[in-house]
């Protein structure tokens, strides 16, 4: 039987692709930018790429400076310091704008190639889509919505006879490679290989060798990293200090009142039950654990939400795949008369034509000719004929601005300021000077975040630890409660504002 050829136009995948890059670089150009660590992965980036080595020293601090840190994903800051040296933030947000939205239209495709119809399809991708959106952001963990796909999707495509083992083996091998210097969420890729290996030894045993092999295929890429089995440990002691994370807000569980993201996640949750509920189809054990086990991430950390999305969607279309195609077969046609009969069958006859003719068209042409396109004219100064096009950067209105400006005027020692721990990286981006902190939970170690947050938190003792520290100035989000407490402290003064932080300075 002679195969369709592709179709060259665009599919409801590069739809979604486009809207994801529409949102994200035009009309909310600062989105990817809210987050202040952006400036401490750039800056590692540009050293990497200026000394062609790793940093193994602290960079960015003066109270910890010259400490030994790990840079464990600096292939990550690499790629975004290169995209900054070619097109500036404007390239940084074209990268990280078309990583998310790659990630997506592959997501999209799986469904469509699991055999749910388009319709359904692009409904939930797009609630995936929106419930990860509470974490896209200019960082490395991006990587790890496309690493948790390649994993998800090798494993399922191996259980269902479409992908072999040797290809498995060296599929997740190579990928681990890249991950595990891209973001330590890698540890996700041996969670799933694990779940299907212990679903096999519950089961028939027949692909277990092939699981096992893969495992150990992962676990050599994961040592293809400059800090060998290091880096292990250096992460599980990363993530033993729980009243760190506790603290942070994108390890905090997620609101349900209403919002938008929240509201999708629950979304994603029901669809997945109702699927399992009513549908014909049953989900593979391997699946269905792997849907718990991600859930249960995303219900314990708003960070989580995109790498559940990834994994509940496709699930979903395996639940949904047929409901609401279009029926064909003998025993399918509409009886003759009525007006109402004759609009269903004419309406059924063009769903069936546009779900054949979408299925062809996965050359994926226009998200690659715009992803071109936008990385010249980053590269532009993000100018398109004459006109400006791309504006993306930090957005003033959650950082810094008029305050920075005020640090270089007024001739502020660098050694003698404090700040918001978000806002380190940003502000030794901007002003190129060591901080008192950022936001590396994992590298300042709970003692000293005990002194930070008994000062922002204006507990007692507070004044003592500025003292211990000789603070001479302090720049914090205004409305807080350390900014409050400032105001009413005679040895201080209010000496510049701007829309996002107050800087204050000893009098």
């Known amino acids: ?19 994801i890059l529409q949102f994200l670089l035009f009309t909310s150009p600062n989105y990817l930018f809210g987050d202040g660590s952006t400036g401490w992965h750039l800056l590692a980036g540009r050293y990497i790429l ?18 030994p840190w790990v840079a464990y994903e600096w292939l990550s800051d690499t790629l975004m310091a290169a995209a900054e040296a070619a097109g500036g933030l404007n390239g940084v947000a074209v ?12 997501v999209y495709d799986q469904c469509r190639r ?41 494993l399922e495509a191996f259980r269902r006879g479409t992908m072999g083992g040797a290809r498995l083996v060296v599929t997740l091998g190579l990928a681990m490679a890249f991950w595990v210097n891209l973001h330590p969420a890698f540890l996700m890729g041996f969670a799933l290989i694990a779940i299907y290996l212990g679903c096999e030894l519950v089961g028939r045993r027949a692909k277990l060798r092939a699981y096992a092999a893969a495992l150990a295929a992962a676990l050599a890429g994961s040592l293809a990293n400059p800090y060998g089995f290091n880096l292990y440990r250096y992460i599980l002691n990363y993530l033993r200090g729980g009243q760190v994370l506790a603290a942070t807000d994108e390890y905090r569980s997620p609101v349900f009142h209403g919002a938008l993201q929240p509201t999708c996640l629950e979304i994603l949750f029901a669809a997945v039950m109702i699927g399992f509920l009513f549908c014909r189809s049953k989900p593979a054990l391997p699946a269905l654990v792997s849907f718990l086990a991600f859930g249960h991430l995303a219900l314990s950390a708003v960070r989580n939400a995109p790498v559940f999305a990834v994994v509940a ?3 979903a279309a395996d639940l949904f795949a047929g409901s609401g195609a279009p029926a064909t077969g003998a025993g399918t046609e509409t009886p003759a008369g009525g007006w109402f009969s004759r609009v269903r069958s004419c309406l059924s006859e063009r769903a069936r034509s546009f779900e054949a ?15 071109v396109i936008l990385f010249i004219v980053s590269a532009n100064h993000g100018r398109f004929m004459g006109r400006q096009l791309l504006v993306s950067g930090f957005p003033s209105r959650s950082l810094p601005g008029r305050t920075l400006d005020s640090i270089t005027e007024q001739k502020l020692v660098p050694e003698r300021g404090f700040n918001y721990d978000n806002w ?17 939970a994992d590298f300042y170690g709970i003692k000293f975040y005990t002194d930070y ?31 409050a407490r400032l105001e009413g402290e005679p040895g201080w003064r209010l000496a510049a504002q701007d829309e996002a932080a107050d800087l204050f300075t000893r009098r």
């Open 357 to 371: 003719t979408e299925s062809l068209c996965k050359m994926h042409l226009l998200p690659a000719a715009c992803v």
């Open 424 to 440: 380190g990286g940003y502000i030794a981006y901007r002003l190129g000077i060591p901080v008192f902190i950022d936001d590396r």
């Open 313 to 315: 969607v496709p699930l």
């Open 50 to 67: 200026h000394n062609h080595s790793i940093p193994r020293h602290d960079l960015f601090s003066y109270t910890f400076s010259g400490a």
């Open 114 to 154: 699991r055999g749910m119809n388009s319709l359904l399809s692009l409904c939930l991708t797009v609630a995936g889509a929106l419930a990860s959106s509470v974490h896209w952001l200019a960082r490395p963990h991006l990587w790890s919505f496309l690493g948790v796909y390649v994993f998800s999707t090798s």
């Open 453 to 483: 947050a008994t000062v922002n938190l204006v507990c007692p003792g507070w004044q003592q630890v500025l003292d211990r520290y000789r603070i001479q100035w302090l720049l914090i989000p205004r409305q807080s409660l350390l900014a």
């Open 95 to 106: 990268l990280c704008a078309s990583l998310i939205a790659l990630v997506f239209l592959l």
């Open 1 to 19: 039987m002679r195969k369709h050829a592709l179709n060259p136009a665009p599919d409801l995948g590069d739809v979604i692709f486009i809207l």
